[in-house]
Nanobody, 123 residues
């Protein structure tokens, strides 16, 4: 049974940094793509970043490119999202997801989801 558990969310001032983590368990993820999505109150869930677990290829939404970095630790089966230069508009619940499909940007491509972790950026 696949389980994704996010952690590391919290409250930070604008311009600050935060790192959220996603601990994955239940199977070998070497053939998976791991993604981060976020959902602000009253808005749709949107793509933030993704990483191909085996190749390490990374992908980002334009809104976070240059500020956020996704990475993975094979030994810990954990994916990270390092968020720098945070803005109030980055405030959202951040979700980790796992996909066996080729596509990476669409919610429908992901098979498994974590419960989410709240990130709040104050101005």
């Amino acid at each position: 049974q696949v389980q994704l558990v996010e952690s590391g969310g919290g409250l930070v001032q604008a311009g600050g940094s935060l790192r959220v983590s996603c601990a994955a368990s239940g199977r070998t993820f070497s053939s998976y793509t791991m993604g981060w999505f976020r959902q602000a109150p009253g808005k749709e869930r949107t793509f933030v970043a993704a990483i191909r677990w085996s190749a390490g290829s990374t992908y980002y939404a334009d809104s976070v490119k240059g500020r956020f970095a996704i990475s993975r630790d094979n030994a810990k089966n954990t994916v990270y999202l390092q968020m720098n230069s945070l803005k109030p508009e980055d405030t959202a619940v951040y979700y980790c997801a796992a996909s066996t499909y080729v596509g990476i940007y669409s919610i429908s491509q992901y098979d498994y989801w974590g419960q989410g972790t709240q990130v709040t950026v104050s101005s």
